[in-house]
């Protein structure tokens, strides 16, 4: 059985599993742990067309090469909107529940991720808390280029689900907060929110 790279993400009502990228040979080793996740579409970032999506297809996962950006960078605005406007669908729009999006690059580690932390942050978590939770269960996921992207992200105007026009600001849950809250918690020692953030940051991106 080839090895694979899965990380699934749950928080609220976002369900992502981070991916490593298939080939024809090694997709069918990834097709039952995207059945059982209830994975519905899954994008791939990874240039070109690795693999032949009919085997996910056959089994009603739709994929996606609309949301494709350079290795090593962080996503355009509006590569950014078409991956929220999936997130709406899939989680808020659809009348099916625990439903799940499946993400990859080449490696799973930076372009994949980058995606899935701007959800968390739309979702409700703070920057720093999405890098940390990212990089926990995606082992070296982020490089100093997207973390800055993600630590100067700033949110939509409308919440997850709704309409642009009557939308409020989303706000952080209990539940979101607090699954991550251990993970950072060393990070975000010292004085004052600045210093705290300016110091998580500076350790992430390998400055003393």
């Keep these: 059985m080839p090895r694979v790279s899965i990380s699934p993400i749950c928080v609220g009502e976002l369900s992502f599993l981070i991916l490593d990228c298939p080939s024809d040979a090694t997709l069918p080793a990834y097709l039952p742990t995207l059945e059982e996740h209830k994975v519905t579409d899954l994008v791939r970032i990874c240039e070109g067309n690795p693999y032949d999506p009919k085997p996910l297809n056959d089994i009603g996962i739709r994929v996606h090469d609309?949301?494709?950006?350079?290795?090593?960078?962080?996503?355009?605005?509006?590569?950014?909107?078409?991956?929220?406007?999936?997130?709406?669908?899939?989680?808020?729009?659809?009348?099916?529940?625990?439903?799940?999006?499946?993400?990859?690059?080449?490696?799973?580690?930076?372009?994949?991720?980058?995606?899935?932390?701007?959800?968390?942050?739309?979702?409700?978590?703070?920057?720093?808390?999405?890098?940390?939770?990212?990089?926990?269960?995606?082992?070296?996921?982020?490089?100093?280029?997207?973390?800055?992207?993600?630590?100067?992200?700033?949110?939509?105007?409308?919440?997850f689900g709704t309409k642009k026009s009557t939308a409020k600001s989303t706000t952080a849950t209990t539940d979101s907060i607090s699954s991550v809250s251990s993970v950072n918690q060393s990070a975000t020692s010292g004085s004052g929110e600045e210093k705290k953030k300016g110091g998580f940051i500076s350790k992430m991106l390998g400055r003393k």
């Excluded at 080449?106 to 720093?128: H, N, Q, Y």
């Design 66 to 159: 609309d949301m494709k950006f350079t290795d090593g960078t962080a996503p355009g605005k509006d590569l950014v909107a078409r991956w929220l406007e999936l997130n709406d669908e899939v989680f808020f729009n659809s009348p099916d529940k625990n439903r799940c999006i499946a993400v990859h690059c080449v490696s799973g580690i930076g372009r994949a991720p980058v995606l899935v932390a701007v959800s968390l942050i739309e979702g409700g978590m703070d920057s720093l808390d999405a890098i940390a939770y990212i990089r926990k269960v995606r082992r070296g996921a982020l490089n100093r280029n997207q973390i800055a992207f993600l630590d100067s992200y700033k949110k939509r105007k409308h919440a």
